[in-house]
């Protein structure tokens, strides 16, 4: 996938190239370091929305099963760079990787890839790197094969879900929403 953007973030000199990658086996040491940073979610390792057979998990469990994941070659998500360092974070993967994420989720529908997460660190918030990253994630999941992609933004005003996303950056880029998870999340799709 690389896939590069022009743009600008605070703290960097404009024009900062922003480079979005998969996390594969060969990236995974960018996605752990990202991670490992302070404030980064590793309390979660974005295993939140994952498939488990246990409801509490050790942080230290989540991230070895991640890594498996990824070794395994599954896909997990994608991360952004700025000057080769992983500054951003999005989870998109096709919809079978992760547990049921909705009530109206038909399990039969094939080709459906999932956004459920991102992360951006406190410093880059608002610079605009949520939403390259949402539209590299979507670039991604339709170069792998997807037919559509889904995902479950909240409204700006939530209190919780926030890193899901929010609705609106969603419906810019012409996702419709289908119906709600939940009582804040709302069920967002985009087909080409």
């Keep these: 996938m690389p896939r590069s953007s022009s743009g600008s973030l605070p703290g960097k000199a404009?024009?900062?190239?922003i480079r979005f990658t998969?996390?594969?086996r060969s990236?995974?040491?960018d996605f752990e370091e990202l991670f490992g940073q302070p404030g980064a979610p590793k309390y979660c390792w974005c295993m939140a929305w994952r498939h488990s057979s246990r409801d509490h998990i050790q942080n230290d469990e989540k991230k070895r099963m991640m890594m498996a994941l990824i070794e395994a070659g599954t896909p997990v998500g994608i991360i952004a760079e700025v000057d080769g360092k992983a500054v951003g974070w999005c989870s998109v993967a096709p919809r079978e990787t992760y547990r049921r994420l909705s009530k109206q989720q038909d399990d039969s529908e094939k080709g459906v890839w999932s956004?459920?997460?991102f992360y951006v660190p406190r410093a880059l918030r608002g610079g605009g790197l949520a939403?390259?990253?949402l539209d590299a994630a979507i670039d991604h999941a339709f170069a792998k094969?997807?037919?559509v992609v889904e995902a479950y933004p909240v409204d700006q005003a939530a209190p919780s879900?926030?890193?899901m996303g929010f609705r609106d950056m969603f419906a810019?880029?012409?996702?419709h929403e289908t119906g709600t998870a939940g009582s804040r999340r709302h069920v967002m799709r985009l087909e080409r």
């Design 172 to 175: 810019a880029r012409g996702f």
């Design 115 to 117: 956004i459920v997460c």
């Design 145 to 147: 094969g997807a037919r």
């Design 22 to 24: 998969a996390v594969t």
């Design 131 to 133: 939403p390259a990253l």
């Design 161 to 163: 879900y926030r890193f």
């Design 27 to 29: 990236t995974r040491a």
């Design 14 to 17: 404009d024009g900062a190239e």
